[in-house]
């Protein structure tokens, strides 16, 4: 896939511009991307707010090159950005984090039902002081 101008490189991938609507995020060691599209693509089902996906121009049926991910260009400051500059409050930040956890919510107590990771109470009470996770 042809990408554009170099928008930002981190540890694990880099972020090019495709235009000014979607971005290319190629992971740099060519890891299949597969399980975090479908994880965004859960997600926004559900109404969370998480970038746009679309294939590739290279996808062919379906498939997409292992490490690379089409999505939507956002355009702003970053939440850290924002306080810096002053234009967000900390409680306003605070807010919008808690607001996301919240409405992430969910995923735990679906979680929960289905007995695929211990429930808040087993947590709370494995972590109590005097109370080991093998108590009864």
């Known amino acids: 896939m042809q990408t554009g101008e170099l928008l930002g490189s981190g540890r694990s991938a880099d972020v090019f511009a495709i235009d000014d609507h979607w971005v290319l995020r190629r992971y740099l060691d060519g890891g299949d991307t597969t ?26 049926h379906g498939t997409r090159p292992r490490g690379d991910l089409v999505m939507q260009r956002l355009h702003g400051p970053s939440m850290l950005q924002a306080l810096l500059q002053g234009t967000v409050t900390a409680e306003d930040a605070g807010a919008a984090l808690a607001g996301l956890l919240h409405r992430s919510a969910w995923a735990s107590r679906s ?24 108590d009864p």
Do not use: F, K
Not at 39 to 53: D, E, K
Not at 119 to 128: C, G, L, P, V
């Open 111 to 134: 979680q929960e039902q289905t007995g695929s990771r211990p429930s808040r109470e087993r947590q709370r009470d494995a972590s109590s002081p005097g109370r080991r996770a093998a």
């Open 35 to 60: 399980a975090e599209a479908t994880v965004m693509a859960y997600l926004a089902q559900h109404g969370y707010p998480v970038p746009h996906l679309r294939e590739p121009a290279t996808a062919t």
